[in-house]
């Protein structure tokens, strides 16, 4: 069956929009009408609440939503990785019991992969789950989770046999965070911020029917996640940000939005500070004066010229990849430029400073935002895989370099590991 | 200013482009082999007559971008950028920077329509090799620099003092000159004058040179009549701009020569065994070969951007000239050290091939002024920017 | 000037220095443990006043370089950074460097024998705390910053103004400020006050500081009664060589925390297991700390011989505080980032103790003046020193 | 026997002096002399022309030297390196061939052991030694071999049995360089000097006898030779320089002794360059009046704390040594501070230049030097052990972190090796 041409796309999503679309409604009234319509999510299968659409016609319909100020499904969160996952490796019982609320926004989810003894070594994950009559019963800790205290299901990455090799001893459930068993506490940061949550399982439970795919096979259906979470990282959604942006919004629908949007957001409030606020070094430059120091002219100039390379550099990935030519090397650089540009900012932000770098809050330079600057910015060269993972990601993917020799092969069991550092909260 | 300055930019290149490069790697890969460039960078002259007339014949590139009634390619500064690119890596000896990007705009934005008619045609043929001499014995860039007197005498001109760092200057048949008029500064009261190389007073002097794949003169004026080229006092802010092409040109050669330093680099930790195992698997290289890929990938992203900029006709192309420049030199200069580093001491010896890049690397660095100048330029203009624009919207109803 | 400037250093540290060492880090060990550091930073004071008695009895550190006719060791610089390496180790959260440093030599620098023999006994028997005021809001490093004016009025001196970043500004006893004859500049024209903490007209209030182990206070002096120490006008040289002082003792603070995090940061990278292995088993995690090892070391050496030429009395001293101080935050700075990163993602939570030595490291990178402002004024000296020795050589007979 | 006192060495030493020396002795006569009276060599054992003497009197014996200016035995080159290791592992028949002949200066050596396939891992050397009826027969390359074209003899490291692991299959020889299947070539460097050697062996002999050692056990007896010259690199022969800095050098001797001199130093002449020449950067901005560019300023100062705090540290390190004070972290240091010296330098001096720094020779900024260093620099991290070989080292040995795992422990004939690159001048 071939596709519907774009025009008639955009005729036909417009006609219902104007049919359907109301401020006026309950955010979640709306979003159930969208997931029953299949313009929510055009570009998911039709048995699943879409239209099997392309890419590019998915386009055409986000289009046709922005221009009447139409809100879309909810996408905030790892919502839409959950979705993916179970979509490709859920069982139907699984799209039916999670897929609608995952759209209107009911349920909000959490990914439970990392782990204190596992940082960049995702897959030596020793969360247990043990199968006990019809239900698993899980033990240990993850860490970084994301708006765990928001979540009511949490996708679980945890060891089911620790004998065979590292990666085929994982099993990947589905686990629901508000039982007994499972403890959610905030992580302290070193900037005062805490986006993540440690997560202990103390007899915590899965029902059995909340296995994701195989036993043992955990590893490979947590790649599709992470392989969605990648996309969503690289991908570029906009190309049509003006589009609707004079859409006057008011309305009960838009005020419910923005509270979701408000507790997702949450965790990133100082995501800007850690990316080192290029923006802010300059006017702070000529506003205090110190741009009449060459030495700062000098440090400010190696800053520009660091950023703006990179910005240029995602750009070019950008346009590569929307003329569909083969991805180059400058599409796989842009966290590891992240973590120089945030480093220079840094220095040059202390530079531009002086004593006044000793101070924070409100003592501090720009309301102690250039205190959150300095203190924030070693997390952009850790967050999401550090600068050394991205180095040898470069130099074995890009550069085609010899992979590192694997020390991990043999059964998990005997694979040198971290002892579980066991923080406040957990009770052996 | 929007942060950072965006031009109408592709930022990719075009099929034709895309086809276009291909033509002049495969032509440079058969001509410009290292062994051609060891040969040449011996001889005098500096480049192979039979090469630079084919690059003109098969290729068009001695006048790329030189219009097309003077019969030119009428090309834009990306193609230029991507030819440079390519002799960056090809390490190719020809004066192709010299007549066909320095000359050829100098002559186009400043010359009058006449004397370019006359001038540029045998430059696009390559018939002529031109070259543009600014620079001073001093070594100050830019055209403040400039301090040649050009003395009016009668109906004519008479220049006297000296260039030094005059691109292929000794090979030149056709010397273009940047001279002022007593008394003037900046970038007022500039003349450009067109010498011929065997003028009387006019004495030429190769220069020995860090980088012997690029040569240059030391050329002294002693009471030279020069013809005036274009208006008298008016030519500075061509000079300007022909710089600004030169350094993002520049730029581009600069990138393309890292980018091939990496890969040869690469090829060479891959086959390169060092205890049992090939250098390229140890994690420390790996590591710094990434930070290099980045490097490289970082300066490319500046000197097209620039190019294009210059293409675009921006505001912005003196601030992302110097950008580009500043970018380009770092990072070729980490990429050579680098480069000979990972090979070791082979790197260093005279017959390795690295050191030729390295060399260029180090005198590309500095020439039409070092990375701190560059960057000193392009805060300068950004601030005369940012006070403008702060001072527009002062003034402008809230 | 020989170059590097040599003073009669020993470049080892004596037996009894090494004991003075063991002894010092033994009771920090027991007193200073992060557990301690983490409480003590959370409270108003900022230290342990308990832990600071026994300091000045058990160790006599308090008043470590005070004349011991005036209750102090008498010790020497050496000594004086022998103890800040090893505070700096413990991040000891204590008045040390405002008391014992900053003010103890401030007096016996600028006061006279009379005022030094009222002030020191207490301070040295850690009794009193004082603290020099000497930056002011506009943050700007050195005794020309000084603005505050100083009014002669009748028999007496009245301060109108306002310091900032006094050193545990909030908990001192006594306050030394620094401050300026109306129409002075430069060095010139300073004078040195003691004032009273509660006297009318001051309001102390404490900043929020990036590092929450030191505390720093703004002092505003409205119309503020002051006793002047020493002459008038004559403090300038004093205040100098106090902050040279202090600069250096700061370096040594600086490479003992270096130090500290380099050792936890191997310590915890041999035990982290990644991919099955220890990430010291990394060959890039290897070179870091091996470069790391290096900064640290350089800055070391750096400190400790500042510290000698402080003791010696070296016409360099100006010079060497500069460089020690520009080395070490360069080093510590450097080295915190390192730490952090290798540490992961535990290494950005505050649990984990590294950030407590990141702040430290970012807090003394431009305490008493940045890296840039030292390595302008190390600078200055050198063109100063080279320019009256060039003149010397003119001047003698060949 | 317990050692004579200080002050009767002195008299001794003076009093031999007084009787023997004479500047106008012929350079070798004299030597003769010098080896036979023990006073030459007063560390070496008493039946070698020695007199076992400890270092303390053997710094007296050189002051009293020095006192009356004095030329001792030949030291130049690495004959002292090959005197050692014959000294350890030659048998009497080496040494009375040899030693005197070293001593005298009569003899020149050079040192055998690099080659182009294996640069960082010397044990890995291809260079093969067959027996063959009494001789061995020796066909292979070796390089960077310092003064080869001026030695007669070759402390030669080849590879006798392919079958034995690395480091067990090497043979240690003496060779005559002088014999036609030795064929010595200069090696052209990319400054423009030719310090080192190729050299190639094409069924080139040496007599049965000459090998040192045992057969296999040549990376043992290599081992000697390059701790001594460890040990010469680290040591500080100093401290009585400026002893008989007032004595006239005239007479026959002298000019012997200098014209020795000059060939030994000669592939050294750029070494000063090399260094990055710190004290010229000084200078240079001085003079030229680039001082008044305040990052000129900015850069120097980063160049002197560096080179100063580098110059400290060794003297931190040689003052442990000299207290006999266990060797402290800063000893291990010193190599790889140069290379950032050197590097650091040569910023600056193109800082300085401008566009000076593309010009060489006369027309080179001091006449050519500034280029020199320009093209010189990149050696320092490269020569006498990679910048990566010594954080290697730093880390495993100071620091205490784990070895590289080795991929090289099976027989030599598997290990994965390179090609050997054939260059100009051998024939196969």
Known sequence: MSEPSESSVRADVSGWLESNWDPDLGLNEWRNKLVDSGWGMPEWPTDWFGRDFSASLVRAVEQEFAKQGAIGVARGGIRLLAAATLLEHGSTAHKEQFLRRILTGEDNWCQLFSEPGSGSDLAGATTRADLDGDQWVVNGQKLWTTSAHHANWGLLLARTDWDAPKHEGLSYFVIDMRQ?????????????HASFNQVFFDDAVVERGHLIGEIGKGWQVAMTTLAHERRRADGLRSGYSDVGADIERVGRIYDEEQVETATVM??????P??????????????????????TVRQELAKLLILSSSAEWTARRARAAQQMGKPQGPEGSLGKLAASHVARAAARVHTLISGADAMLAGSDGAEDGIVAEILLSVPAVSIAGGTDEIQRNIIAERVLQMPKETRFDKGPFRDVPKNVSTRLAGENE | MVWPPMVSAQFHFTEEQDQFRDMVRRFLVDTSPTTEVRRLMQTDAGYDAAV??????????????????????????????????????????????????LAAHAIALVASEEDAGRLLPSIAAGEVIATLAITEPDGRPGVDAIALPAERTGDGFVLDGRKHFVLDGCSADVLLVAARSPGSTGSDGLSLFEVAPDAAGVTRRALTTLDPTRKQASIEFDGVQARLLGRVDEAGPGLVRTLDIAAIALANEMVGGAARLLEDTLAYTKIRMQFGRSIASFQAIKHRCAEMLLQVELAKSAAYYAAEAMDAESDEATYLASLAKAGASEAYLHTAIEAIQLHGGIGFTFD???????????????????????????????????????EAQMGQPA
Chains 1, 4 share one sequence.
């Open chain 1, 180 to 192: 007994p068993g499972v403890d959610v506490q905030p992580l302290a940061q070193m900037n005062g």
């Open chain 1, 266 to 271: 949450e965790p990133y409030t100082w995501y």
């Open chain 1, 273 to 294: 500070q850690r990316a080192g606020r290029v923006d802010l070094a300059l006017s702070r430059a000529l506003d205090s004066g110190r741009i009449e120091d060459p």
């Open chain 2, 52 to 101: 630079w007339q084919r690059l003109a014949r098969e290729l068009g590139l001695t006048g790329l971008t030189i219009e097309e009634k003077h019969g030119g390619a009428g090309f834009g500064m990306v193609d230029v950028c991507i030819a440079m690119e390519e002799m960056g890596r090809a390490l190719l000896c020809a004066p192709f920077l010299a007549s066909s990007v």
């Open chain 2, 352 to 390: 390795q091939d690295t050191h030729l890049w390295f060399k260029r690397a180090k005198s590309s660095e500095v020439m039409f002024g070092d990375p701190a100048w560059h960057r000193e330029r392009m805060m300068q203009a950004l601030i005369v920017k940012e006070r403008a624009s702060s």
